[in-house]
T-cell receptor, first 115, second 112 residues
Framework: ETGVTQTPRHLVMGMTNKKSLKCEQH?????MYWYKQSAKKPLELMFV???????ENNSVPSRFSPECPNSSHLFLHLHTLQPEDSALYLC??????????????FGPGTRLLVL | DAKTTQPTSMDCAEGRAANLPCNHS???????VYWYRQIHSQGPQYIIH???NNETNEMASLIITEDRKSSTLILPHATLRDTAVYYC?????????????FGKGTLLTVNP
């Protein structure tokens, strides 16, 4: 238990569906991250939020839309996804997003399957 | 951030020490060495990090060579639950964002 929770843990959706992934951290952190992990590939950073402001978008397609209403919650809104978007989506948080000795804490991930 | 090189896989007997190497020959002076692990289908878990000195915590020890071009993560008494992919990451300090760049890591299999 890292203090970062993600829901749902598993999600199957069609290409025309709209769904949202939710991440919540109970650590008092101010930076939150979305990562994507496809089969046989390394983790890829998608988005970074610092104090609710998006500070990084790693060239992610617009069919992925993040939202950070407060420092404890992070959403990833999904629409018109493609089968190649099937992956494990991981959320992480850290204290402030800039200190050199900062540690990121990861949630358990949402396993997404797009049909 | 400097690149790292790790073996693709390693085996270890249960109860023995697991020594996982990592090469980071292009590391610069302000870059830290971090280790994470990922048990199958779970999120990565922080293990330990260091700059120059050797470090130890309840999970593992980190040995960094004097020239800082390589390091070794040591799990002193490996258990079956330590079977995971272990990532060695080199990260620069400071800046406005904190980035972890994951490679392919080492799959450590602990055998009974």
């Amino acid at each position: 238990e890292t203090g970062v929770t993600q829901t749902p843990r598993h999600l199957v959706m069609g290409m025309t569906n709209k769904k949202s992934l939710k991440c919540e951290q109970h650590l008092g952190h101010n930076a939150m991250y979305w990562y994507k992990q496809s089969a046989k590939k390394p983790l890829e950073l998608m988005f970074v939020y610092n104090f609710k402001e998006q500070t990084e978008n790693n060239s992610v397609p617009s069919r992925f839309s993040p939202e950070c209403p407060n420092s404890s919650h992070l959403f990833l809104h999904l629409h018109t996804l493609q089968p190649e978007d099937s992956a494990l989506y991981l959320c992480a948080s850290s204290l402030e997003g800039g200190a050199s000795t900062e540690t990121q804490y990861f949630g358990p991930g949402t396993r997404l399957l797009v049909l | 951030d400097a690149k790292t090189t790790q073996p693709t896989s390693m085996d270890c007997a249960e109860g023995r020490a697991a020594n996982l190497p990592c090469n980071h020959s292009t590391i610069s002076g302000n870059e830290y060495v971090y280790w994470y692990r990922q048990i199958h289908s779970q999120g990565p878990q922080y293990i330990i990090h260091g700059l120059k000195n050797n470090e130890t915590n309840e999970m593992a020890s980190l040995i960094i060579t004097e020239d800082r071009k390589s390091s070794t993560l040591i799990l002193p008494h490996a258990t079956l639950r330590d079977t995971a992919v272990y990532y060695c990451i080199v990260r620069s300090g400071g800046g406005s964002n904190y980035k972890l760049t994951f490679g392919k890591g080492t799959l450590l299999t602990v055998n009974p």
